[in-house]
């Protein structure tokens, strides 16, 4: 049975994450660890015959960066892999690229981006604690959550993630192989989306992590017993490091 597939993936290591840094909204380009991961994936994505027919892709630095990549590793496995400092930034991906065969569109949104960190945005915590030192106190004595000055509200972030995650499933239906490329807080949203969940729930993810959804789209409106039948919705890969961690062994 045709399914509709979708791929969610955490960009490669960014510059910002070597370096301890709350990036949100802004971004650095990728280390040549996060290229190595984002290559990697590309080669495993293309040994496994996984070529998406569609293309989703934060514009973000780090993550388009990522996308280069991976299409870098998916196009030509023997590509060879980056070991010096790369040169700051990446070209943004064309509106199409050519995949196994078929050209293939590309598309940059918005409501991929990461949180907007507002006034914490690309500090270190010990240059947040610095600057800000009363919330920073606040945020590291209570587990509830605090308002920080400029950022989103956390409600603001779901209804981004919730927002992307219902345009993939409006436009895409059983037979294509959709490539969602995020970042971590908003990836652990669109996940509790997918799966339903009226809160989210703290997933440690690698750089480079995939997340792979099978489902019958067709059914998906469907209310009863199909709900609960486990064969027309099914989580092939979760938190999946293997393109990385089976290289690296």
């Keep these: 049975m045709a399914v509709l597939k979708l791929l969610l993936v955490r960009h ?3 510059v910002g994450n070597g370096e301890g840094r709350m990036e949100g909204v802004s971004s650095t380009g990728l280390t040549p660890l996060g290229a190595r991961q984002s290559l990697r994936l590309g080669r495993h994505l293309a040994a496994a015959d996984w070529y998406p027919t569609h293309i989703y892709c934060s514009p973000l630095r780090r993550a388009t960066a990522t996308l280069a990549w991976l299409l870098r590793g998916l196009a030509d496995p023997a590509c060879p892999e980056p070991l010096a400092e790369l040169p700051d930034g990446a070209p943004a991906p064309g509106p199409t690229v050519a995949i196994g065969g078929r050209t293939v569109a590309v598309t940059l949104r918005d409501d991929l981006k990461e949180y907007d960190a507002g006034i914490f945005t690309g500090l270190t915590w010990a240059e947040a604690r610095d600057r ?3 919330l920073c106190e ?3 004595t209570s587990l509830d959550w605090q308002p920080i000055p400029g950022a989103e509200t956390l409600e603001q972030g779901q209804a981004r993630a919730r927002a992307a995650v219902n345009h993939l499933l409006d436009r ?3 037979g294509d192989r959709v490539l969602v490329i995020s970042h971590h807080w908003m990836l652990q949203q669109m ?3 997918l799966l339903g969940c009226d809160r989210a729930w703290g997933l440690p993810m690698a750089n480079s992590a995939r997340f792979e959804f099978w489902l019958d789209r067709d ?5 009863g017993p199909n709900r609960l039948n486990t064969e027309l919705w099914q989580i092939k890969r979760f938190n999946d490091c293997d393109h990385w961690l089976k290289s690296e062994a």
Aim: hydrophobic residues 20%.
């Design 12 to 14: 490669g290591q960014s």
């Design 132 to 134: 800000h030192p009363d």
């Design 138 to 140: 606040q945020l590291e």
């Design 172 to 174: 895409h239906g059983n």
């Design 191 to 193: 996940i509790a989306g």
């Design 219 to 223: 059914r998906w409106p469907q209310t």
